[in-house]
């Protein structure tokens, strides 16, 4: 019962206090990562083909130092974390700060919030400026149907990413597992861009953030489903995700946008390219109404993953007790 119980203090923690506004473990490490990236990343941001010998050497180049700068990053905190843990009340408080760190619920809706109340007062301007904050494509231009829309992917997915994920890996194998998947998402979001500063640097990140969300993205997407329509919902997250740009994010959104009854996808601009992505879900347009009902979603899936988990370590106490 005790990881259980981690569990839901570390949630409960995330709830009340959220995350910190000065000194958050992660700015550091977003710092130290952008130094290392800055030394290390060699690419030619004025070409993104690689026809000659020196461009093919260069790639490959490119490659092993992010791969090499991702394992310097990632793997020695929780590997030392692993070694240093012992079964006590000291460790067991320190576990529950790193989860409450690595979960990223209570900041989940305080992004979409601050979205919705700009959006809510008609102030599309400042509307686009907080949407910025949470994806990648370019806002200036988005309109109020547009910014419902990339919101209400970014909870879905994020719901995922730093909810979900985080959690599901902790229960498998402690604070070490929850750390170094939360590394490894961030520097995803760092480096993880077809762009051609990172397409090739970034491209051991983007990998191994696509291996460690792969499980977590299917249980996601389950605790979506089972919320309403859960086989046409796993049925759209099968067969939409497969066709969408990210295969986990895909995933997860179209069993979300299923459950929501609304369609997601469709055109975007990301780094001065329009990129189109295939229709997820089911339904009518997504429009601000659906915000607040997607984090719903995410709120529900976090708390049915908890009793769920809380129930199973219980029922394993009663029976090594017989």
Same mark, same amino acid.
């Given at each position: 019962?005790?990881?259980?119980?981690?569990?839901?203090?570390?949630?409960?923690?995330?709830?009340?206090?959220?995350?910190?506004?000065?000194?958050?473990?992660?700015?550091?490490?977003?710092?130290?990562?952008?130094?290392?990236?800055?030394?290390?990343?060699?690419?030619?941001?004025?070409?993104?083909?690689?026809?000659?010998?020196?461009?093919?050497?260069?790639?490959?180049?490119?490659?092993?130092?992010?791969?090499?700068?991702?394992?310097?990053?990632? %793997?020695?905190?929780?590997?030392?974390?692993?070694? #240093?843990?012992?079964?006590?009340?000291?460790?067991?408080?320190?576990?529950?700060?790193?989860?409450?760190? =690595?979960?990223?619920?209570?900041?989940? #809706?305080?992004?979409?919030?601050?979205?919705?109340?700009? +959006?809510?007062?008609?102030?599309?301007?400042?509307?686009?400026?907080?949407?910025?904050?949470?994806?990648?494509?370019?806002?200036? /231009?988005?309109?109020?149907?547009?910014?419902?829309?990339?919101?209400?992917?970014?909870?879905?997915?994020?719901?995922?990413?730093?909810?979900?994920?985080?959690?599901?890996?902790?229960?498998?194998?402690?604070?070490?597992?929850? %750390?170094?998947?939360?590394? =490894?998402?961030? +520097?995803?979001?760092?480096?993880?861009?077809?762009?051609?500063?990172?397409?090739?640097?970034?491209?051991? =990140?983007?990998?191994?953030?696509?291996?460690?969300?792969?499980?977590?993205?299917?249980?996601?997407?389950?605790?979506?489903?089972?919320?309403?329509?859960?086989?046409? =919902?796993?049925?759209?997250?099968?067969?939409?995700?497969?066709?969408?740009?990210?295969?986990?994010?895909?995933?997860?959104?179209?069993?979300?946008?299923?459950? #929501?009854?609304?369609?997601?996808?469709? &055109?975007?601009?990301?780094?001065?390219?329009?990129?189109?992505?295939?229709? +997820?879900?089911?339904?009518?347009?997504?429009?601000?109404?659906?915000?607040?009902?997607?984090?719903?979603?995410?709120?529900?899936?976090?708390?049915?993953?908890?009793?769920?988990?809380?129930?199973?370590?219980?029922?394993? /106490?009663?029976? &090594?007790?017989?």
């Amino acid at each position: 019962m005790t990881s259980a119980l981690i569990l839901i203090v570390a949630c409960l923690l995330d709830y009340i206090l959220g995350e910190p506004k000065r000194y958050h473990p992660l700015v550091g490490f977003g710092m130290l990562a952008n130094k290392l990236e800055q030394s290390f990343n060699r690419a030619n941001p004025k070409s993104n083909h690689f026809n000659t010998h020196e461009q093919q050497s260069s790639q490959i180049i490119a490659r092993i130092s992010g791969m090499l700068c991702w394992f310097i990053l990632t %793997i020695p905190l929780p590997l030392l974390y692993y070694f #240093l843990h012992q079964e006590s009340w000291f460790f067991w408080l320190v576990d529950c700060l790193i989860l409450c760190a =690595a979960i990223g619920h209570n900041s989940l #809706l305080k992004h979409a919030r601050q979205i919705l109340t700009p +959006l809510a007062a008609g102030d599309i301007s400042l509307a686009r400026h907080y949407c910025s904050y949470i994806v990648s494509r370019n806002t200036s /231009e988005l309109t109020e149907q547009q910014i419902a829309r990339a919101t209400t992917e970014s909870m879905l997915e994020n719901g995922h990413d730093a909810v979900i994920a985080s959690v599901v890996w902790f229960v498998i194998g402690g604070a070490p597992l929850a %750390i170094l998947h939360r590394l =490894a998402n961030t +520097l995803d979001a760092m480096w993880g861009y077809k762009n051609p500063r990172f397409i090739c640097f970034g491209w051991f =990140a983007a990998r191994m953030d696509d291996l460690l969300g792969w499980p977590t993205a299917k249980i996601t997407s389950v605790l979506y489903a089972c919320q309403g329509k859960l086989l046409p =919902a796993l049925r759209n997250a099968r067969q939409q995700g497969q066709q969408y740009k990210s295969l986990n994010g895909g995933w997860v959104m179209a069993a979300g946008a299923s459950v #929501l009854g609304i369609s997601l996808g469709g &055109s975007a601009s990301y780094h001065g390219k329009t990129i189109t992505s295939v229709t +997820l879900g089911a339904g009518i347009e997504v429009t601000s109404k659906d915000i607040e009902p997607s984090l719903t979603l995410v709120s529900n899936a976090l708390l049915i993953f908890i009793l769920s988990y809380t129930a199973f370590t219980l029922g394993l /106490e009663l029976l &090594s007790w017989h």
